[in-house]
């Protein structure tokens, strides 16, 4: 079930929470899941691993992580659907995304090499899957209340459920894809009229 869709989408390489929302998805009218299973979910965080700071290998997702992953996804994408309304998101998924991102708190971590004094930071969790977890919810708050949470929107294509940033004020659709899908049903309507 891999590289179904390999067009990526505008904001993802800079948020993974906007990456993981991503994961579900139509395709031709079909729901694909491309964290369906555990299997899935491992090789997702592991292709992810810059954004979701997930070292594979260390510790092995389980399934309960994976079923968390995928409970994340929903409270994130609610939260992303609040936040392109202006309304108040749900107090069960802004929980799940807080709950998240404690999971792995982020410390400050001082070392001093020869002498040379460097402050850092470092996330404390039991397991990988965790900091992940919390790395893609903390990217979440981030992208919602930051700056680029202005230009978070749904796709404007009948059939698409992904969420992108807009990269320009008028930018409506996802994908050059879906923009194309959209024209093209338009011209079929004008055609079909006259
Ligand atoms: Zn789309």
Not at 81 to 95: I, K, S, Y
């Amino acid at each position: 079930m891999r590289n179904l869709e390999p067009q990526t989408v505008p904001g993802e390489a800079k948020h993974g929470s906007l990456a993981l929302v991503n994961t579900r998805f139509l395709r031709a009218g079909e729901p694909v899941d491309l964290l369906a299973d555990l299997a899935d979910a491992g090789q997702w965080l592991t292709e992810h691993a810059a954004a979701a700071c997930y070292e594979p290998g260390i510790n092995a997702l389980t399934a309960a992580d994976a079923e968390r992953l995928r409970a994340l996804r929903e409270s994130v994408r609610a939260v992303f659907e609040a936040r392109a309304v202006d309304a108040g998101p749900d107090a069960d998924n802004l929980t799940m995304v807080n709950t998240a991102a404690a999971m792995a708190p982020l410390i400050p971590v001082l070392t001093a090499p020869d002498g040379e004094f460097i402050l850092a930071e470092r996330r404390i969790a039991d397991s990988e899957a965790a900091k992940a977890m919390a790395r893609l919810a903390t990217d979440a708050m981030t992208l919602v209340a930051g700056p680029d949470g202005a230009a978070l929107a749904p796709c404007g294509a009948h059939g698409c459920i992904r969420w992108f940033l807009r990269t320009h004020g008028g930018r409506q659709w996802c994908s050059n894809r879906c923009g194309d899908r959209v024209r093209a049903a338009r011209h079929y309507a004008r055609a079909k009229k006259s």
